[in-house]
């Protein structure tokens, strides 16, 4: 019944087997040979790395009868007892459950008596972040002139807790986190003496899995011979782990390029039936994006993660998108990734994720947009494929619900029949617009920028458009509006406040940019072309006024 | 039969199952999945099993042993859940005050009872380092017999941090014999130097079929239960007290969709009132609440995108002609942003803002992400 799990079966007895740490075992070891051991050492890194494996290593590689040794015979009397946990001169306390002033004070009575048999009498203290602040300070005295035969080992995965005091007495060691390559070699070696069959691509899955520690890695390993007694294959990890296929993450992916709402449920549907959690597939779909954003680049397309086929069709597909599309899509898919972790409903966050993204206008660059604009360039740009904007719903509202605003319906119809007809489409489209047609629906469009938030569109009304620049409509104001009405239109339209309106307006992004124009009167605008509201109109024919700014 | 107690999860039975048969039990386990899922139904009849006197098969139910696991209080069994402050002597330290030991052997007993009820110590948020150092002291004592001892840490996500650091050591080498089982919602939520130490076994979210099947054997009508079953979304825990308070789930049901309505209808008496019912609720009723506001805004969303044929996906199916309604009149409505601010309030009432306020804002922001424009 008793089973030792392979982190501690196979917790490394010499400083050669530990795995990916050379810095700090060769120092550690020149500093055996040569007799230059210090009184204080602290061990940083992250979890499952080797920290505590190192401070037993040199605990037992001091007190070995035939030490201080660079490598720990492990035959004595002394490494045995080390190895056992049994010794009375390695003591090894657990900082975190034994954190308080009091204890520490115990630990400096303690300090004076000689070691029973050994050199030295070492305190490992792991965990060391957790003593409280009184009992760090307690320390410090003790730590920087310890007695001559003690020596202290901290371990702590929390560095930055460790007061300056406390660093600055001691030598230093930072463990790193291990490389897949490298945790993939040791579970090759570990599965090759247990006698477990494994493959080499399975072992891989794992390794990368472990991200970095080793004994997250045999703990997979062991769940994996748990899981598949007669030999580990990539599929079983694959199963095991509800590693995704890339096949669902393409049909993924094809959805979101192709827009095609009704796909997502059935794709959720089968993450569900096949038991991948819903977390684990949105993290897979960020590397799946990542790759997509390699795949454009020959240079980067060799980082891609995957058997040679797959990446082709990574870079056959991301010929075809844009920067700025994949860019969006990851910025929505980590901020899902954060928010699905806390979510009380992880396949609805899902659902609604892929909703999004199926959802997602595609971007239209700006010098393509100004080419368009200059109606220089009538194709249709690349990218998403069908750059037509779909129903959005699937059930057809009715009429009675038209209430809501429909972006850019020029209500005036009967105004000067003298401009090119506009076309009351639901965004303006590309070819149709230019300055003039801007000029004229300057008051429309800006109701419908400013989503009424009336101030702000009394005072943009002020200004006339005056010129088209790098996607920008540039507005400029006469002497009516006050410099700092102009500084909080420009604070608005540089936070971004317009952008919203502007894409709804335009249906493709452009902004707005204001400047000052000195020789500018408004009045003349709404004087020269007859746009003034027929209200407006009404009402200084009747009453004989005039507009005063 | 091992593990009978426990519903569906065949992946993690399995694990669990080879793990013991083949006696490659590791001393740390991790089972993490949605709540409500069975997690510590799993622990607590792994527990059971392993000190059944009867062999392999599963545990017999006839032996001391067994007898003793039927109240929960086995001398090899110890369960570990978030308890408040006041529930100890002094937190530092292990010892129980009478009040609180009273009241942990009724949760105990309700537990053992019904292991898919929730066992919550109320007012109980994190577990404390006393708690842990009770265990640590339980563990260096020897075994009464040569069977495991099981310690159940439920919620392990709740630990404080400074109860976390001090498991470590145990987790990483308990005295033979000592099997440290952790539950919690999601592998992230826990200190990674726990995470490692432990082999996580994942928990599936329960299936609405199951859901239902399982409360129409306690006594629920078949309507009842198929609609409870909706209404709690794979957590048997929430469905077994919602159909213990029908009226209950009927009034956050409707609470839940009224959030919605009046949002969008913007009558100051009737949104007067929905503040006053909410206020009235607590913080974990509140969540509940908004979790099921944020299902209904989902299936609008699914209504939206898929039409008629979205009908078998819904999940508020009992509600669909008010759904319809709802998705027809707000053609330009994202549904997918409207839930996003649902999450958002949660996740803010979990930070302790004030509730009327959340409120208040989920409202306006609803009505923006259903109209597209400031509300006035």
Redesign the interface.
């Known amino acids: ?3 030792l ?1 392979t ?2 079966k196979w917790r490394p007895q010499t400083f050669e087997q530990v795995v990916g740490q050379e810095g700090a075992a060769r120092t550690l070891q020149n500093a055996l040979r040569a007799g230059r051991i210090a009184h204080a050492f602290i061990f940083a890194g ?3 790395v080797g920290k ?1 494996t190192t401070a037993r290593l040199l605990a037992k590689a001091i007190n070995c009868i035939k030490g201080p040794t660079p490598e720990p015979c492990n035959q004595c009397v002394s490494c045995q007892e080390i190895a056992e ?1 049994r010794s009375l001169d390695v003591l090894e306390i ?4 034994n ?1 308080g002033v009091g204890e520490i004070r115990n630990l400096r009575e303690n300090i004076r008596f000689n070691p029973v048999g050994s050199r030295k009498r070492i305190y490992i203290i ?2 060391v972040h ?1 003593l409280t602040i009184e009992a760090f300070n307690a320390l410090l005295k003790t730590l920087e002139e310890p007695p001559e035969h003690a020596i202290f080992i901290f371990a702590t ?1 929390e560095m930055n807790r460790v007061p300056a005091t406390i660093l600055s007495r001691c030598q230093r060691f930072d463990f790193r986190r291990l490389t897949a390559p490298e945790i993939a070699g040791q579970l090759r070696h570990i599965a090759d003496h247990e006698g477990l069959k494994a493959d080499d691509e399975a072992l891989g899955l794992l390794a990368r899995r472990a991200d970095g ?1 080793m ?2 890695g045999q ?1 997979l390993l ?2 994996m ?3 598949a ?1 007669e030999g580990i294959t990539a599929e079983q990890v694959r199963t ?1 782990l ?1 590693i995704v296929p890339e096949d669902l993450y393409f049909r993924a992916s094809d959805l979101v390029f192709g827009r095609d ?2 796909v ?2 059935e794709i959720v549907d089968e993450i569900d039936t096949r ?1 991948h ?1 819903p ?1 684990e597939f949105l993290r897979g779909l960020c590397d799946h994006f990542i790759n997509f954003l390699k795949a454009r680049d020959a240079k980067s397309a060799a980082f891609i993660e995957a058997p040679l086929d797959v990446a082709k069709r990574y870079q056959e597909v991301a010929r075809k998108l844009e920067l700025n599309d994949l860019l969006r899509v990851l910025a929505i898919l980590q901020e899902a990734f954060t ?1 699905i ?9 899902l ?3 892929l ?2 993204l199926a ?1 997602l206008e595609h971007t239209e660059q700006i010098e393509e947009l100004l080419a368009n604009l200059r109606g220089e360039n009538p194709q249709p740009s690349r990218g998403f494929q069908g750059n037509q904007t779909p129903p ?4 057809k ?2 009429p009675a ?1 038209e209430s ?2 429909k972006p850019l319906e020029p209500e005036s119809k009967t105004t000067a029949a003298t401009a090119p007809t506009p076309r009351p489409a639901v965004a303006i489209s590309t070819a149709t617009w230019d300055l003039d047609y801007i000029r004229q629906y300057w008051h429309q469009i800006v109701d419908q920028v400013c ?3 009336g101030v702000l569109a009394c005072q943009l009304k002020l200004g006339r458009p005056e010129r088209l620049e790098e996607g920008f409509i540039v507005t400029s104001f006469g002497s009516d509006l006050h410099d700092l009405q102009l500084e909080r239109l420009q604070k608005v339209a540089v936070s971004g406040g317009f952008d919203q309106g502007l894409q ?1 307006a335009f249906g493709s992004p452009v902004r707005l940019r204001f400047e000052r124009h000195a020789a500018f009167s408004p009045q003349e605008t709404t004087a020269s072309t007859q746009e003034a509201d027929p209200l407006d109109q009404e009402v200084m024919r009747r009453l004989g006024a005039r507009p005063i700014g | 039969m091992p593990l009978e107690r426990l519903i569906d999860q065949s992946r993690a039975r399995i694990l669990i199952e080879r793990m013991v048969q083949d006696s490659r039990l590791p001393h740390a386990l991790l089972f993490w999945g949605p709540a409500g899922s069975g997690k510590s139904v799993a622990a607590i009849e792994l527990a059971r099993w392993l000190n059944c006197r009867e062999g392999l098969a599963g545990p017999c139910g006839q032996c001391n042993s067994c007898i003793q696991f039927k109240s929960l209080e086995h001398p090899h069994f110890s369960y570990i859940l978030p308890l408040p402050g006041k529930a100890l002597v002094n937190s530092e330290e292990g010892e129980l005050t009478e009040a609180g030991a009273s009241e942990l052997s009724n949760i105990f007993a309700r537990k053992a009872e019904e292991p898919y009820g929730s066992a919550v110590y109320p007012g109980g948020q994190y577990i404390l380092i006393g708690q842990i150092r009770a265990l640590l002291q339980w563990a260096s004592k020897r075994s009464f017999e040569d069977l495991p001892r099981v310690a159940l840490i439920d919620r392990a996500d709740r630990l404080r941090e400074e109860a976390g650091n001090a498991l470590l050591k145990l987790l990483e080498e308990p005295p033979p014999n000592f099997i440290l089982v952790l539950t919690a919602q999601s592998q992230e939520d826990i200190l990674p130097t726990l995470r490692s130490r432990c082999q996580a076994v994942e928990f599936d979210r329960l299936r609405t079929e199951s859901v239902e099947r399982f409360l129409t054997r306690h006594g629920q009508q078949e309507t009842d239960a198929r609609r409870l079953s909706r209404l709690c979304g794979g957590d048997l825990s929430r469905g077994l007290n919602f159909a213990s308070q029908p009226q209950v789930a009927d009034e956050f049901h409707e609470l839940a969709i009224n959030i919605v309505r009046h949002s969008l209808g913007r009558n100051p008496i009737e949104f007067d009132a929905l503040l006053e019912q909410w206020n009235h609720l607590g913080l974990a009723d509140q969540l509940i609440v908004l979790e099921i506001t944020a299902t209904w805004l989902r299936d609008a969303a699914v209504l939206q995108a898929l039409g008629p044929q979205a009908v078998k996906r819904l999940m508020h199916l009992d509600r669909l002609e008010l759904l319809e309604k709802f998705v027809v009149n707000c053609p330009e409505a994202d549904f997918a942003a409207a839930v996003a601010k649902v999450d958002e309030a949660c996740q803010h009432l979990e930070g302790n803002a004030l509730a009327p306020l959340t409120l208040l804002v989920l409202s306006r922001e609803l009505y923006r992400a259903v109209y597209h424009r400031k509300p006035v």
Do not use: C, W, Y
């Open positions: 019944m008793s089973f799990v982190a501690r992250p979890r499952g505590t946990g657990d900082g975190a459950s954190r792991d965990e957790m995965t520690a004994r997250d703990s062991d769940q011979a748990t899981f007694p095991a509800g709402m009704a997502v449920f038991g959690s977390r928010d972790r806390r979510h009380p409903n992880p396949r609805l966050k659902e609604l994720t909703l999004r959802s959005r719903s699937g059930i509202p009715k619900a809501t605003p989503e009424g938030r709804t």
